[in-house]
């Protein structure tokens, strides 16, 4: 062995004199409340944190390069990897920064389809959030509760794209597939029950005394910080700014429907947690606005260069044949051009850099990850609470690692 | 419908014709490029003088080792107060891959430009913490750039 370097950590980390009376402690990356693969350096002057420090990347698998790689359809299917609790949303931010550079307008139906599907994707991203903050504090209950109700939205996703947590429903162009038969009477037999559910969390949860003391004054963020730390999504409204891109730039006909932007004064977890249970309630009335609209229509783009035919035109049309074969084999070319294309994802502002050179491959595509820039402004909130607090942080900024990391 | 962001463009202009080397205006969006010694103070007048309060995104591009410039840098502005959009591109050469740091008007862009300095190799003079984010401290190379392979190099690759 060699002896000549006694010990080798010592020298590429030398002991902070401040530890003389503080400690390090890291948490993660394989902790439960960490919600994945997150870790934190926490230094802890007893039980007080005095500086926390994100590692993240463990979840790293490389896709920004990978859709380089890929063609633009392809792309898809990687999106809903991502924000594995929110795939519907990827798939429409990218499928929609792709639109943008095609400069294809997509059918009245299905825009329609796309709000019902997020919102009812939101609802289920919500669901996890409420039941995995929950737990993380210490109520075991409420997880039970609301991983049912996201158990019958997976299921109305399943019965319209054949997927549960990888649904790439949503096509360049429109969709994969109509809804199927029956569809708007599963949503309604879900929405008629879900008010239910939503009144057993608020006795289980919003009113309960332990709840309240463990959210409320933790974690606080003030307006101006938020906003200079890029807050997006609840984790903003949170703080009292009244910013939904739903609202502020509109896209897929969401400017049509009526709805509130909740928002809560306070920067705290319990108004984190406020603004999402209130938004659980515009989702649902958006959900039932879309279900109205739905007429029957195309759910594809007139582009037959660029959208998959019908099965049943490839069979009669020679054309249409054609088109499908080069568009599996070859792709379909992008005209050049650069897109920042944000949509508002659960967690806050989803924004897709998409960089087309002419080809069939993007040149670049960028993902602006919510979780990942609320998750920056955790040492901000973290700092000067105790350990225990911080679990209820990470909870209240809904963050999802396989987001963050790409 | 982009009348509203060329009042910007002219507003930079105004305040320093050096600051805007060209604009660019397509698809509904406003790209303008900047020199990358103006950037801190374009982004600074922006967000004091124009309300652009967040930056909603900052990331880098390689356009690949043909290319000269090679690197650019896009910086996504957005108000929360008037809910415009507007992009600022850096252009940087493969030699000198160097620009000044935003973390001083936004804090938000201290993790986007680890990120973009741990997968592209893009320097950002000024920086509180230039560590990598994503990939480990000890990974050689910056996978995001065109002359990477995809399956990596050793002790790395997949192959």
């Not at chain 1, 997006?232 to 009292?240: K, V």
């Not at chain 2, 205006?25 to 406003?30: H, K, M």
């Not at chain 2, 090679?70 to 050469?93: A, D, G, P, W």
Request: proline share 6%; aromatic share 8%.
């Amino acid at each position: 062995m060699n002896t000549a370097v006694e010990n080798p950590a010592e020298e590429v980390n030398p002991v902070d004199p401040a530890l003389e009376t503080e400690m390090t402690l890291s948490m993660g990356p394989q902790h439960p409340s960490t919600h994945g693969v997150l870790r934190l350096d926490l230094r802890l002057d007893g039980e007080l944190v005095t500086k926390a420090t994100p590692d993240i990347g463990y979840l790293h698998t490389g896709m920004e390069k990978l859709f380089e790689y890929k063609k633009y359809q392809q792309g898809i299917v990687i999106t809903d990897r991502m924000d594995y609790l929110n795939p519907l949303g990827n798939n429409l931010a990218y499928v929609m920064a792709a639109e943008k550079l095609l400069g294809l307008e997509i059918p009245e139906r299905a825009q329609v389809i796309r709000v019902l599907m997020c919102e009812l994707q939101r609802i289920a991203s919500h669901m996890v959030w409420l039941g995995t903050s929950c737990l993380d504090i210490g109520a075991m209950t409420p997880f039970w509760f609301t991983f049912k109700e996201r158990e019958k939205i997976l299921n109305i996703i399943e019965s319209a794209s054949g997927g549960r947590m990888t649904p790439s429903y949503f096509r360049i162009g429109g969709l994969m597939m109509d809804l199927p038969a029956g569809f708007d009477n599963r949503v309604r037999q879900f929405l008629d029950k879900f008010p239910e559910a939503l009144e057993t969390f608020d006795t289980l949860i919003t009113g309960n005394k332990i709840w309240q003391s463990r959210t409320k004054g933790i974690g606080v963020i003030s307006k101006e910080e938020a906003i200079d730390w890029g807050l997006t999504g609840p984790s903003l409204r949170g703080s009292g700014v009244e910013l939904d891109i739903r609202r502020a730039n509109p896209y897929s006909g969401y400017e049509t429907y009526d709805f509130e932007v909740p928002t809560e004064p306070d920067g705290d977890v319990w108004s984190r947690f406020k603004v999402r249970m209130r938004e659980l309630r515009e989702s649902q009335k958006i959900v039932r606005q879309a279900l109205e609209r739905l007429k029957p229509g195309p759910i594809k783009a007139d582009a037959p260069k660029v959208v998959l035919p019908d099965r049943d035109d490839m069979r009669k049309h020679m054309d249409a044949l054609i088109h499908h074969f080069l568009i599996v084999a070859e792709g379909f070319n992008v005209p050049p051009g650069e897109v920042y294309h944000p949509i508002e994802a659960s967690k806050g502002e989803l924004g897709v850099y998409m960089k087309a050179n002419g080809g069939p491959k993007p040149e670049r595509v960028h993902f602006r990850g919510p979780s990942f820039v609320n998750l920056s402004a955790l040492p901000v909130m973290a700092e000067g609470e105790m350990i225990a607090d911080v679990v209820a942080i990470i909870g209240s900024l809904d963050i999802v690692l396989g987001e963050i990391d790409r | 419908m982009t009348e509203k962001l060329h009042q910007f463009v002219e507003a930079l202009r105004n305040q320093s014709p050096d600051w805007v080397s060209d604009v660019i205006d397509a698809l509904g969006e406003v790209t303008v490029f900047v020199p990358r010694e103006a950037i801190v103070d374009a982004c600074r007048f922006l967000r004091d003088e124009h309300k652009f309060d967040m930056l909603a995104d900052l990331c880098g591009c390689d356009r690949g080792p043909e290319e000269d410039p090679r690197f650019e840098v896009n910086y996504h502005l957005f108000s929360t107060i008037h809910y415009n959009r507007l992009r600022l591109k850096v252009l940087l050469s493969e030699e000198d891959p160097v620009v000044q740091t935003v973390t001083s008007v936004w804090k938000t862009a201290n993790w986007h430009e680890r990120e973009t300095y741990d997968l592209l190799g893009i320097q950002f003079k000024g920086h509180p913490d230039l560590r990598r984010i994503l990939l480990p401290s000890d990974f050689d190379g910056f996978a995001l750039r065109k002359d990477y392979p995809l399956r990596g190099f050793e002790p790395y690759s997949l192959n």
